[in-house]
């Protein structure tokens, strides 16, 4: 079959790969009719995640139709048409028992990222994302083994077209609990960092939540002026602004500050050359820029949410700064399982489109090229859909 692979920073290309087989009796094969490249991914492609080998898999956001399940499959069935969670989940441990997926401590047979581990469990392991997290091969790919298949595999009912539904697989669910963490609610007001897809569709929850004012950072143009037409954002562009969070403190009732802030960036924020540098030497674990800011522009006693992934130590971390203000901190990754009914709910009723933000469907047999036009961010991408074997002159908007 076909699949995405990597070759080192910047390199990856769509190779001939053997098909996978299942392998335990929990497993199904799925065949993959629409995957997404997603920011995580970004991170991968840069050569930023160690544990990255040459021919790994990439790509944890897919959906498809079931072609074969090992015997001790009982929630799908051969021919069911899912979503895969991108967080791989047994659905039994002390964690997936309170709905805390992402803290699976049976399925990651990798160390994770953490510096200080100690004797505790990995978290869980997750889709196409580096041995740290299993090795497990991920969906830009046209089949895939989808493991621990009685816990993941969502149901979506034929009316839904993949475009609306796909997203169930990681960002949506990431916008979601980067809203709730934020404890956002009708009237609050919010500052998102990051108008790339996750901070687009944490505008598209929050507005739905019915968040009054919200400020939106980033220095692409036209993701801000997407974000501003279609989520009524108040844009902040860094190139032009180089302090957000004193615009922000402006622009808030007796220089208060927003009730909650959301880092939809993460570890490669831009903005800080030194840290830049230090963190490509390794001297910095992230770039602390996106974070700083967020800490500065959150009002007294208010929440600073973090979907975007950050890893190891930041020196500029203003922990004393946030002790002074009464901050609360709500991070980690997705616990994807826990939200999809809701979620589903909310798209079947029309009051979440996560579809808009699609800019680009490419056959999976361009991930190449897909992959450098959103990293470049060229022809104004927001988000590419990769659909195996489609066609050249299907490619469209
Ligand atoms: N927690 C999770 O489970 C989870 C799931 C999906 C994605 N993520 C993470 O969320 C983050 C965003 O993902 P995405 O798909 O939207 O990626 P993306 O790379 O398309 O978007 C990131 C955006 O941040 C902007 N940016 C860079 N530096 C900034 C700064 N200093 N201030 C404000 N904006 C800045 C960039 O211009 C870009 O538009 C990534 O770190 C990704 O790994 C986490
Ligand atoms: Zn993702
Ligand atoms: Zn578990």
């Known amino acids: 079959m076909k699949a995405l692979t990597y070759h080192g920073p910047h390199r990856v290309k769509v190779d001939n790969v053997s098909d996978p087989g299942l392998e335990a009796p929990d497993d199904i094969i799925l065949r993959v009719t629409a995957t997404a490249i997603c920011g995580s991914d970004l991170h991968l492609y840069r ?38 969670p991108f967080v791989i989940a047994c659905g039994d441990c002390f964690f997936c028992r309170l709905q805390q997926y992402a803290a699976c401590e049976t399925t990651n047979s990798g160390r994770g990222a953490i510096l200080n581990k100690k004797q505790i ?15 497990v091969p991920g969906g830009q790919a046209e089949y895939v083994r989808v493991p621990k298949a009685n816990t993941g595999p969502f149901k979506v009912p034929p009316v839904l077209a993949d475009d609306q539904v796909l997203f169930l697989s990681d960002i949506l669910p990431t916008a979601w609990q980067a809203v709730k963490n934020a404890q956002v609610t009708k009237g609050s007001s919010l500052a998102i960092f990051g108008a790339g897809p996750v901070g687009l569709l944490t505008a598209a929850c929050a507005r739905m939540l019915g968040a009054e004012k919200i400020f939106m950072v980033d220095h692409h143009p036209y993701r801000l002026a997407f974000a501003q037409q279609r989520y009524d954002v108040i844009p902040i562009n860094f190139d032009e602004n180089d302090d957000p969070a004193a615009f922000i403190l402006e622009n808030t009732a007796n220089h208060r500050g927003v009730d909650a802030v959301i880092d939809a960036v993460g570890f490669e924020a831009k903005g800080s050359l030194t840290e830049t540098v230090m963190t490509n030497l390794k001297l910095e674990g992230s770039s602390g820029k996106a974070l700083r800011q967020c800490i500065a522009a959150v009002r007294r006693g208010g929440i600073v949410s973090v979907p975007g992934v950050y890893a190891g ?15 609360t901190f709500r991070m980690g990754q997705t616990h994807v399982q826990a939200y999809l009914p809701e979620l589903l709910n909310l798209i079947e009723q029309g009051l979440i489109r996560p579809e808009e933000i699609v800019t680009h469907h490419m056959p999976l047999e ?24 489609l066609n050249e002159t299907q490619r469209h908007a």
Do not use: N, W
């Open 47 to 84: 050569g930023k995640i160690p544990g990255t080998s040459h021919g790994d898999i990439f790509g944890h956001e897919f959906m498809g139709e079931v072609v074969e399940a090992g015997a001790a499959v009982t929630a799908v069935q051969k021919g069911d048409r899912v979503v895969i």
């Open 121 to 135: 469990t990995s978290p869980a392991a997750l889709f196409g994302f580096s041995s740290l997290y299993g090795g």
């Open 313 to 327: 130590f930041i020196h500029g971390f203003l922990f004393g700064d946030a002790f002074d203000k009464g901050l």
């Open 366 to 389: 361009q991930a190449e090229e897909a992959y450098k036009i959103f990293e470049k961010r060229e022809e104004e991408c927001r988000k590419i859909i990769l659909v195996p074997g």
